[in-house]
């Protein structure tokens, strides 16, 4: 029984962890974002006596959740993917989230193994614990090395994620592949191409600070010489400093080359009050008026990102541009 958690690329670490699995271990892992009270009980009753890993996303929005999951999965190994701004609206600070992230490893049974973090603190002495570095990465074309073997990914932040798998693969005692294809969750940095050579990255499950900014250091990776465009709504969950974390990622923009801003959601209006140096922004209320504002907004050959918090819906908006390259 493996466990991932983290502020983000659970997800990511999950797809990548059972990409590496499946061909040496009868192996299942939770579906989308199976990852809570609910998601996690309906995963293991797909245990079969012939499974031989299991590999669970383990959501939490406050203190206890991660503990209580835990008793119910009871993992062998637990992976931390990081620690940052988000859920702040019930566990305070980013002390609180690295507490309520710890409930894993004191789960953990003895001989267990922990993957955390290089500077997360972990007290105990009956587990082994792996502490992740920056990922050992080069790009090779359009596929990613990390640690030896070749992704199908470019993004840059994944390899932190394929790292933090490649880590649990080794707790597992299973043997690193030359090359592995992941099957990757929807809305997670979905590419989809656009009319005139441009290019739609639909990343509109979720975001946070932390998230957001990775996926416009992707854009801005990505784009070459496209104009970039990015359409970004609410980030949820971040209690009382939200809006200043919005005004945070607004002044990010223009460092990323960001040509045209659409901001969906009333939190969305801190993007758009400090996009600086952005040369078009615009302001929709909700996802729908987004949609009709995207398909004004969006040029033959531009390159688009779409992300936001789950609450937003923004892969409407992803779909509809999406359906005029069908």
């Given amino acids: 029984m493996v466990a991932i958690v983290g502020s983000t690329g659970k997800t990511s670490t999950k797809d990548i962890l059972f990409a590496l699995c499946a061909p040496h271990r009868r192996t299942i892992a939770n579906e989308g974002n199976y990852n809570n009270e609910?998601?996690?009980?309906?995963?293991?009753?797909?245990?079969e006596p012939d499974t031989e890993v299991c590999?669970?996303?383990?959501?939490?929005?406050?203190?206890?959740q991660i503990a209580d999951l835990c008793r119910i999965a009871r993992p062998h190994v637990g992976v931390i993917t990081n620690v940052g701004p988000v859920h702040l609206e019930l566990v305070g600070s980013l002390e609180g989230v690295l507490r309520a992230k710890g409930e894993l490893v004191a789960a953990l049974p003895p001989g267990g193994t922990a993957i955390v973090p290089a500077e997360f603190p972990v007290e105990r002495d009956d587990i082994t614990v792996v502490r992740l570095?920056?990922?050992?990465?080069?790009?090779?074309?359009?596929?990613?090395?990390?640690?030896g073997v070749s992704f199908n990914f470019t993004a840059q932040h994944q390899a932190a994620n394929a790292a933090a798998a490649l880590a649990a693969l080794d707790a597992l005692g299973l043997p690193r592949p030359e090359r592995v294809d992941v099957d990757w969750s929807r809305w997670?940095?979905?590419?989809?191409?656009?009319?005139?050579?441009?290019?739609?990255?639909?990343?509109a499950y979720?975001?946070?600070?932390?998230?957001?900014?990775?996926?416009?250091?992707?854009?801005?990776?990505?784009?070459?010489?496209r104009r970039r465009v990015a359409?970004?709504?609410?980030?949820?969950?971040?209690?009382?400093?939200a809006p200043a974390f919005h005004e945070e990622i607004?002044?990010?923009?223009?460092?990323?080359?960001?040509?045209?801003?659409?901001?969906v959601g009333e939190l969305s209006r801190g993007?758009?009050?400090?996009?600086?140096?952005?040369?078009?922004?615009?302001?929709?209320?909700?996802?729908?008026?987004?949609?009709?504002?995207?398909?004004?907004?969006?040029?033959?050959?531009?390159?688009?990102?779409?992300?936001?918090?789950?609450?937003?819906?923004?892969?409407?908006?992803a779909e509809t541009l999406a359906a005029v390259s069908a």
């Fill in 38 to 47: 609910i998601g996690v009980p309906l995963t293991l009753c797909r245990l």
């Fill in 133 to 147: 570095t920056e990922p050992d990465a080069r790009r090779d074309g359009e596929r990613t090395v990390v640690g």
């Fill in 250 to 263: 607004g002044r990010e923009l223009a460092r990323h080359g960001v040509q045209a801003l659409l901001a």
């Fill in 271 to 317: 993007y758009v009050d400090n996009a600086t140096g952005v040369p078009v922004t615009r302001w929709a209320a909700d996802a729908d008026d987004a949609a009709d504002a995207a398909a004004e907004l969006v040029q033959p050959g531009d390159c688009v990102l779409v992300k936001a918090s789950r609450a937003v819906g923004l892969e409407r908006v």
């Fill in 55 to 64: 590999v669970l996303e383990l959501a939490m929005r406050g203190f206890g």
């Fill in 188 to 203: 997670r940095g979905e590419e989809r191409p656009l009319p005139g050579g441009g290019l739609l990255i639909n990343d």
């Fill in 231 to 241: 359409i970004l709504g609410d980030m949820a969950e971040l209690g009382p400093g």
């Fill in 206 to 225: 979720n975001a946070n600070p932390v998230s957001m900014r990775a996926a416009l250091a992707h854009l801005a990776a990505t784009a070459g010489d």
